[in-house]
């Protein structure tokens, strides 16, 4: 077909950039052989008795056959469902084999877009590496998604009784603001203190190399069954063998070897610790701070969802020193707007006029009113919106101007498309469906989309798996396939089911343009000039 014979002249194009500039940069990128044992380990762990895997799983650790298993896409697509099982629909999937290279690339499509959805940084990835194994950039992957999903249940909703964490002067917004890793090194620190000792860490590579503040944490999470002697009677390896073992007596995943503590990795050591305190926190919070910290969450869900999507967004541009953890802190230096706003628009900051260590309330004032005059230049709706406003965290107007950032970048890759524009694009691609708006009730069925989808690969859509009709069950059957299909495609959407269902328009609007990009050969996030000047439009 047509979108084949695209995707082969694709893959030419992408293999001739991977023998020019990756297969010569993985020359000087050597990955970690201890990284590929704990990490096989770990998803052996992960994905164990999980039904259709016998072809995949488990991984030898020795022969290091992760990166054949990773070819197809199908063990990622896994580990991501693991993750999140919004994020891709299994149904989605071609799993049927033996597996042809364009079905093959169609499963490496689904999971580097879904990738982003995690919070992965996949800036620069195609499908080639893994079908040529650059195993550097497949390592990175597998790392940030280990990561993602260790560190999943390291807050505030799901720990309530981290309030415990908190310092004297501090409030729970402080909390707030710290990613899961600062989270992790301080709950180290604060056994560590509990337990008497003067041992604290800053990091996890050199500070826990030794063991001893392994065995001082283990100790008081478990004294009974994690002796303090038993460990410290012994040095290196050693020590760090026994270390292992109580954590397995408290419940942690078995992935680590002695080697990786005393080697000092942070990869390995950030996910060993973290596999201690999802199995033993040694944490408790009264009743009234969990109120206190209920009361932070979840109190406005269609805001969290927009938070969600423009955050991923963001993330997936790829932008150097820019990774949002969560938009209403992240953005209220200014710093993150203004470097988001100069990859919309390369030259619109005057950095001289910004402030770039912003530690005080006026520099971030400064910043602030710069992101907003810059977005009034961009003719963005911004009445009643000002730096004050972004740098109080005022969740409403920080995400009305994020969401008009989005979008603009969203129709400028486009070559500057209307809203107009598009939903006409969109219209003749429906195959004789049509919708009025990006706020047509018609859309929650999902059938105009799988028809813009099949405009585009009339392959992607397995049509037996759509259901008929407007019942509950078939909206959330058919809006995560759509999900997924779009995903196969390529393109990079951050929508949730939920948001089909109740006809979003801006996240309607940011999923029919990711479909647009995808069949006009253009990404959102930087791309080489080599792959610039060589994509194709239809």
């Not at 999140?84 to 049927?96: C, F, G, S, W």
């Not at 497949?138 to 310092?167: A, T």
């Not at 004789?432 to 999902?446: A, P, Q, T, V, W």
Request: glycine residues 6%; hydrophobic residues 40%; aromatic residues 8%.
């Amino acid at each position: 077909s047509d979108v084949y014979k695209r995707q082969e002249y694709m893959g030419i194009i992408n293999i001739l950039f991977f023998e020019k500039v990756f297969l010569k940069m993985e020359e000087k990128q050597k990955y970690s052989h201890e990284e590929v044992h704990a990490y096989s380990s770990l998803i052996n762990t992960m994905l164990l008795n999980e039904q259709g895997l016998e072809d995949y799983l488990p991984l030898d650790t020795e022969s290091e056959n992760l990166f054949e298993r990773l070819e197809d896409g199908v063990l990622i697509a896994r580990l991501i469902h693991k993750i999140n099982p919004e994020i891709i629909d299994l149904r989605a999937l071609n799993t049927k084999k033996p597996l042809n290279i364009f079905k093959k690339k169609e499963n490496l499509n689904l999971i580097i877009s879904a990738s982003k959805s995690t919070g992965a940084v996949v800036v620069g990835m195609f499908p080639e590496v893994f079908l040529e194994q650059i195993k550097y950039m497949e390592l990175g992957l597998i790392w940030q998604l280990l990561k993602i999903w260790i560190l999943s249940q390291i807050n505030l909703k799901d720990c309530p009784y981290l309030v415990r964490l908190l310092k004297e002067g501090e409030d729970l917004t402080d909390l707030l603001k710290l990613t899961p890793d600062e989270l992790l090194i301080r709950w180290f620190n604060y056994h560590l203190e509990q337990a008497g000792s003067e041992r604290r860490i800053k990091n996890l590579s050199e500070d826990v190399k030794d063991g001893e503040c392994y065995a001082i944490l283990l100790n008081q999470l478990s004294p009974h069954k994690c002796k303090l002697d038993d460990a410290m009677s012994k040095t290196g390896d050693d020590r760090a063998a026994v270390v292992i073992q109580q954590s397995h007596k408290v419940g942690a995943a078995s992935f680590t070897q002695p080697h990786h503590i005393t080697s000092g990795n942070p990869k390995i050591n950030l996910l060993f610790t973290a596999s201690i305190f999802n199995a033993c926190p040694g944490l408790e919070a009264t009743e009234q701070e969990k109120k206190d910290a209920a009361g932070l969450l979840d109190d406005d869900i269609e805001g969290s969802r927009e938070e969600r999507a423009f955050r991923m967004y963001i993330n997936s541009l790829g932008i150097e020193g820019v990774y949002v953890n969560n938009i209403y802190e992240d953005i209220r230096d200014g710093i993150v707007l203004l470097k988001v706003m100069e990859r919309v628009q390369p030259g619109c900051v005057d950095w001289k006029k910004a402030e770039l260590n912003p530690n005080n309330k006026f520099k971030k004032l400064t910043n602030a009113n710069l992101a907003v005059d810059i977005g009034k230049k961009f003719g963005f709706s911004l009445v009643g919106i000002g730096g004050v406003d972004l740098v109080d965290g005022n969740k409403k107007l920080s995400l009305a101007l994020v969401w008009q950032l989005v979008r603009q970048h969203t129709l400028q890759i486009l070559g500057g498309w209307t809203e107009e524009k598009l939903l006409e694009w969109a219209n003749s691609r429906g195959n004789g469906l049509h919708i009025n708006n990006f706020r047509d009730s018609s859309i929650k069925n999902c059938k105009f989309l799988f028809q813009v989808i099949t405009s585009i690969d009339k392959d992607v859509v397995g049509w037996d798996i759509v259901i008929e009709g407007e019942t509950p069950e078939a909206i959330e059957n058919n809006a995560k396939y759509v999900i997924s299909c779009a995903r196969k495609l390529g393109a990079t959407v951050f929508l949730l089911w939920d948001d089909i269902r109740d006809v979003k328009p801006k996240m309607i609007m940011a999923f029919i343009a990711a479909l647009a990009q995808v069949a006009h050969g253009v990404r959102p996030e930087a791309m080489p000039d080599i792959y610039a000047k060589t994509t194709t439009t239809n």
